[in-house]
């Protein structure tokens, strides 16, 4: 007989470790709208889309290669398609076109559509649930990322087509994420995340003619955040993600999310002299507000009152029961 609850001990350190990952991505993904302003006034939609997935490749490439983990079992390999076609082929390029025909205020709107998607789809296609702190999480999120939108719309042009093409990139990236999230379970977070990025780098080849034009004309510091693109918010960022996944609920992780307008707002402040509006650093807060809500467990009465019970050893375990007998 083996001792009750032995392997709960490691939980607490696997816990801290899923949340500076997640914390990782939301940087790092937030950081990715300072260098697509550079980038995207050189390189159009798709172009951007392959060079930044080509960068992210050859990096996730090697790293496997030095790990030496090999390919993934058969059964992730429908994941990686799903997530490879809709979230790093799909999605880079109609987001990309479709923040060209709307201002940034109407893209960050509609874009953030995607994780309550994530948190349905999850429910209906995963069986996650939908707790009441997550919906009320999503909630105050949501409506801080409407405030931090309205607020800064109006600084350019919106069309029905870049509406619809950023609907469509937060359509995608919801059906990714939900097709990463079974694959993870057979793969490793590097494995998932290297082949899926191999899978839309395929899918993007049609625009390499326009990407090897371009960047003979392109500026050093465009091509430089498109680089920049490709390693970090997309080859580490998406892998620290992909960990994170695989160790709470889609659901959860697509919340998560929510931080990053947050950050967008505090980083164009501090690299970009952007002072925000009082309106944007409000929506902000509440975006902020809304993922510590939905990161909560609530607890229950007995778990309040005796939060961390004795652990019995299977020969005391076993007399109890047998004390317990009529």
Known sequence: MTPLSSPAAPAAPRDRRAAAAACTTVVLWASAFVSIRSAGDAYSPGALALGRLLAGSLALGALLLVRREGLPSRAAWPGILWSGLLWFGLYMVVLN??????????????VNIGPLLIALLGARLLGEGLPRRLL??????????AVVGLSMSGHGGSSVLGVLLCLLAAVAYAGGVVG??????????????????LVGTVACLPFAGALVSEAADAPLSATLNMVYLGIFPTALAFTTWAYALARTTAGRMGTTTYAVPALVVLMSWLLLDEVPALLTVGGGLLCLAGVAVSRTRPQTGATRRNPAPPVEGPRHDAEHRAAERP
């Open 97 to 110: 076109w479709g923040e060209q025909e709307v201002d940034a205020g109407t893209a960050a709107m509609v």
């Open 136 to 145: 009320l999480g999503m909630a105050v999120s949501f409506a801080g990322a």
């Open 180 to 197: 990463q999230k079974p694959a993870l379970r057979h793969g490793s977070a590097l494995q998932i995340t290297t082949f899926g990025c």
